[in-house]
C-alpha cells in the first residue's frame, strides 16, 4: 500500500451542480454512518464523533453535507441541525441534501415511499429535525413503482414552490435511467420542477453506470455525485488476495461483500491502483478518489470516514492531478463493454 505524501491542509474547491446554478464542494460528505447501529448494538459514530468530523470537513472547506431521513433513525438530520447551531456557523453557508423512500413505521405501509402523503408529512419532519427552513436538495431515495411518476413529479413540484425544497434529486437508479428521463419529460411538459442531481453507486470496480446511465446524465446536463466511491472499503487497500475476510474484518463484512468485491477480477484493478498510488504519493483511497474526480460526467464524489484522519486522508485526493494516462489505465483496468466511456 502507498503511502501518502499528499498534503492533507488544503481548502476545497467548488464546482458547479449540474444545471442548478449553484456550486457543489468538489467532495460531498455522506453521514451515513451517524447514529448507525450494529449488528453488535453499538452506534457505529456517536454525536460527538459527528460534530468532530463535520468541524473537519468544514475546517477543509467543505460545504455541502449528504444525509437520509433513516440514517440513524433520523439521529444524522439532528445532529447536523444541532453542528450548525452550536458551532455557530451560517446556514446559508452550506448546501444539506436529504432523501426520502424507505418504510419508517412497522405496520404501516404509507410510511414508505415517495406518493404524496409521505413525501409531505416527512420533508415537514426532516425540516424540523435539521431545524432550518429548506433543504437545498431533496432525493427520491429509491423509485417507488407503487405511485405514478406524475403523482410524485407533481407532489415534489408543489415542495419546490412552497420553498421547502430548492432542488430535486434521484438516487441509485442505475437500471431505471428512463424512469428519471420520463418523470423529468412530465415536468417538462407542465412547466413543473426537474430532477437535476443523480446519485449512482460508482467506483473503479462498480461500473455499471457506464453506458446508458451517464449518457442520459450528460444529455440533460443532470449532476452525477456517486455514493460508494472506495467501493465499501474495497480500494481502501485493507484487503489481500491472501487473506480475504480474516478476523474482525470478517465479523464485520457479509459474504456478500466477499463475493462482490474480493474476486481476482477486482484484485487486478487493485494492482492498477497500486502502481498509480506510487506514482502519485498517494494512497490508494486518495488515487481511487481522484480518478473519480477526474472521469467525465462525473460532479462530485461523496465521501465518509469512521475518523478524522481518515476524513483528511479522503479530503486529500481533491490535490491530487493524474495524467490522462493514468486515467485511462485505471479505467481500462476492468474490462467491461463501456470501459472506453
Known amino acids: ?68 431521513d433513516v440514517y440513524g433513525d433520523g439521529d444524522s438530520e439532528r445532529w447536523i441541525g444541532n453542528w ?86 434521484a438516487s441509485t437508479l442505475r437500471p431505471n435511467a428512463w424512469k428519471v428521463t420520463k418523470a423529468n419529460q412530465i415536468a417538462e411538459r407542465e412547466g413543473w420542477e426537474p430532477f437535476s442531481v443523480l446519485q449512482p453507486r460508482y467506483n473503479l470496480v462498480d461500473r455499471e453506470i457506464e453506458g446508458d446511465y451517464l449518457e442520459m446524465a450528460r444529455e440533460e446536463g443532470l449532476a452525477v455525485c456517486p455514493w460508494s466511491p472506495l467501493g465499501q472499503g474495497f480500494l481502501t487497500g485493507k484487503y489481500s488476495r491472501e487473506e480475504g475476510l480474516t478476523g474482525e474484518s470478517r465479523a464485520a463484512e457479509s459474504s456478500r461483500f466477499e463475493e462482490s468485491y474480493l474476486t481476482e477480477e477486482n484484485f487486478d484493478v487493485h494492482d492498477v491502483l497500486d502502481d498509480v498510488a506510487d506514482e502519485v504519493g498517494a494512497t490508494p483511497a486518495q488515487t481511487a478518489l481522484a480518478w473519480l474526480t477526474h ?29 490522462n494516462e493514468q486515467v485511462e489505465r485505471l479505467t481500462e483496468a476492468k474490462a467491461g463493454p463501456y470501459a472506453d466511456l
Open 295 to 323: 472521469r467525465d460526467g462525473v460532479t462530485a464524489p461523496i465521501v465518509g470516514a469512521r475518523t478524522t484522519d481518515q476524513l483528511e486522508e479522503n479530503l486529500a485526493a481533491a490535490a491530487i492531478d493524474l495524467s
Open 1 to 68: 500500500m502507498a503511502a501518502s505524501d499528499v498534503d492533507r491542509d488544503l481548502d476545497l474547491d467548488f464546482v458547479q451542480l449540474g444545471s442548478t446554478g449553484i456550486q457543489t464542494s468538489e467532495l460531498q460528505f455522506g453521514t451515513w454512518r451517524f447514529g448507525r447501529e450494529t449488528e453488535a448494538g453499538n452506534v457505529e459514530i456517536d454525536e460527538e464523533r459527528a460534530y468532530e468530523l463535520l468541524d473537519a470537513y468544514a475546517d477543509a472547506g467543505g460545504r455541502y453535507i449528504d444525509t437520509a
Open 84 to 169: 450548525l447551531d452550536e458551532r455557530g456557523h451560517d446556514r446559508e453557508r452550506f448546501t444539506i441534501a436529504s432523501k426520502i423512500f424507505w418504510q419508517i413505521r412497522d405496520g404501516d405501509p404509507n410510511s414508505r415511499g415517495t406518493n404524496r402523503k409521505t413525501l409531505r408529512n416527512r420533508v415537514d419532519a426532516i425540516l424540523d429535525r435539521l431545524d432550518t427552513d429548506y433543504i437545498d436538495v431533496l432525493y427520491i431515495h429509491r423509485w417507488d413503482d407503487r405511485t405514478s411518476a406524475r403523482e410524485m413529479t407533481k407532489t415534489l413540484n408543489g415542495l419546490v414552490e412552497s420553498g421547502k425544497v430548492h432542488y430535486l434529486g
